[in-house]
């Protein structure tokens, strides 16, 4: 499908008949419903390190476990539950955006696990399904909702009759943690604050660990959800940023397009000067003005590319009748989904 507003044409993926079976996420607020506690009582699940300052961290593994694994078999687990008695093929998206940094620095044997789509194994031996149909995304920040909609593909073109979508990330590595605080993007001992008021210095984002998971299937049966389109673009105007106002125009208008007026938009919001000033031009600029805004980095941290999936799975907690949920991903990677309740 195309959609146009104002000139603008972008390629919508429309979906007739997916509905979401079961979600679920770990963050440093809880699971899902937990953390939509946490959201509600406009409070914050970060702690403060001396050092590092703010951030929204998770307890380490267990010795001798994958904690990447770990973490997405926790917040895939019910999701999983209500699918696993449907027949037929699993589309499987188990995605990091970079897999686990730590393998780079350690024995080279971890090196390859260190790349993004090398925890599918370990994933589908807890699921016990030995065949699946593979759909391994990396996107920067928005792998999860990338994530999501190529398993939501999948099952429109009939190569499947179920789907996981599980995007897992975690900031454990000093690496990763050093990357982003060179950038200048970590907000350090001031708590983190979206979409900064006029006249004062954005604060950046508070490094987090997240993981989350959403179930598909088609027709009745499901959970309360119905995915109804999602848009993927990019902006390929700047190596590292997004530039051109058109891009996120483009995607809000494919989303109003398919699913006007929603009565929530859960923003990507990380708190830093270029990112939040970009996206707060494109949702001011367009039929879409005025619908409330939710940013959830703030209270639960940056979960790298698994924040699209963590952030969808609390937001669908909140009592509204559709929604619309945006991922922007470092390099120009933009995303967003837009559902309604059954």
């Given at each position: 499908?195309?959609?146009?507003?104002?000139?603008?044409?972008?390629?919508?993926?429309?979906?007739?008949?997916?509905?979401?079976?079961?979600?679920?996420?770990?963050?440093?607020?809880?699971?899902?419903?937990?953390?939509?506690?946490?959201?509600?009582?406009?409070?914050?699940?970060?702690?403060?390190?001396?050092?590092?300052?703010?951030?929204?961290?998770?307890?380490?593994?267990?010795?001798?476990?994958?904690?990447?694994?770990?973490?997405?078999?926790?917040?895939?687990?019910?999701?999983?539950?209500?699918?696993?008695?449907?027949?037929?093929?699993?589309?499987?998206?188990?995605?990091?955006?970079?897999?686990?940094?730590?393998?780079?620095?350690?024995?080279?044997?971890?090196?390859?696990?260190?790349?993004?789509?090398?925890?599918?194994?370990?994933?589908?031996?807890?699921?016990?399904?030995?065949?699946?149909?593979?759909?391994?995304?990396?996107?920067?920040?928005?792998?999860?909702?990338?994530?999501?909609?190529?398993?939501?593909?999948?099952?429109?073109?009939?190569?499947?009759?179920?789907?996981?979508?599980?995007?897992?990330?975690?900031?454990?590595?000093?690496?990763?943690?050093?990357?982003?605080?060179?950038?200048?993007?970590?907000?350090?001992?001031?708590?983190?604050?979206?979409?900064?008021?006029?006249?004062?210095?954005?604060?950046?984002?508070?490094?987090?660990?997240?993981?989350?998971?959403?179930?598909?299937?088609?027709?009745?049966?499901?959970?309360?959800?119905?995915?109804?389109?999602?848009?993927?673009?990019?902006?390929?105007?700047?190596?590292?940023?997004?530039?051109?106002?058109?891009?996120?125009?483009?995607?809000?208008?494919?989303?109003?397009?398919?699913?006007?007026?929603?009565?929530?938009?859960?923003?990507?919001?990380?708190?830093?000067?270029?990112?939040?000033?970009?996206?707060?031009?494109?949702?001011?600029?367009?039929?879409?003005?005025?619908?409330?805004?939710?940013?959830?980095?703030?209270?639960i941290g940056h979960c790298l590319g698994a924040s699209g999936l963590v952030e969808l799975a609390i937001a669908l907690h909140a009592p509204v009748r559709s929604?619309?949920?945006?991922?922007?991903?470092?390099?120009?990677?933009?995303?967003?989904?837009?559902?309604?309740?059954?």
């Open positions: 499908m195309l959609a146009s507003i104002a000139g603008v044409s972008t390629p919508v993926s429309v979906y007739d008949d997916l509905h979401l079976a079961g979600w679920d996420c770990r963050c440093s607020a809880g699971d899902a419903a937990q953390a939509w506690q946490v959201v509600g009582g406009d409070a914050h699940a970060l702690s403060h390190d001396p050092v590092a300052g703010w951030m929204g961290r998770l307890p380490a593994a267990p010795a001798g476990l994958d904690p990447i694994a770990e973490l997405g078999w926790q917040a895939a687990h019910r999701p999983w539950s209500s699918i696993a008695e449907i027949s037929g093929e699993l589309a499987l998206s188990v995605s990091t955006s970079k897999g686990d940094p730590a393998g780079i620095l350690g024995p080279a044997k971890g090196f390859v696990a260190s790349w993004p789509g090398q925890h599918t194994a370990a994933i589908a031996s807890h699921l016990d399904v030995p065949w699946f149909v593979d759909l391994p995304v990396a996107a920067a920040c928005a792998t999860g909702l990338h994530g999501l909609l190529a398993c939501a593909d999948a099952l429109a073109a009939g190569r499947a009759s179920r789907a996981l979508a599980l995007s897992i990330d975690a900031f454990r590595p000093p690496l990763v943690d050093a990357g982003f605080r060179a950038l200048g993007v970590l907000c350090g001992d001031r708590l983190p604050q979206a979409f900064a008021l006029v006249g004062t210095a954005p604060t950046g984002f508070a490094p987090g660990d997240g993981a989350g998971a959403v179930a598909l299937r088609q027709g009745s049966g499901g959970a309360g959800w119905r995915l109804v389109s999602g848009v993927r673009l990019g902006d390929a105007s700047h190596a590292t940023e997004f530039q051109d106002p058109a891009t996120l125009r483009a995607l809000l208008a494919g989303l109003w397009r398919t699913c006007p007026r929603p009565d929530l938009i859960c923003t990507h919001a990380t708190g830093t000067a270029v990112g939040d000033a970009y996206e707060r031009a494109g949702l001011m600029a367009g039929p879409w003005r005025g619908i409330p805004w939710m940013h959830l980095k703030p209270v929604l619309w949920k945006l991922s922007l991903g470092f390099g120009g990677h933009a995303v967003g989904v837009a559902l309604v309740r059954d």
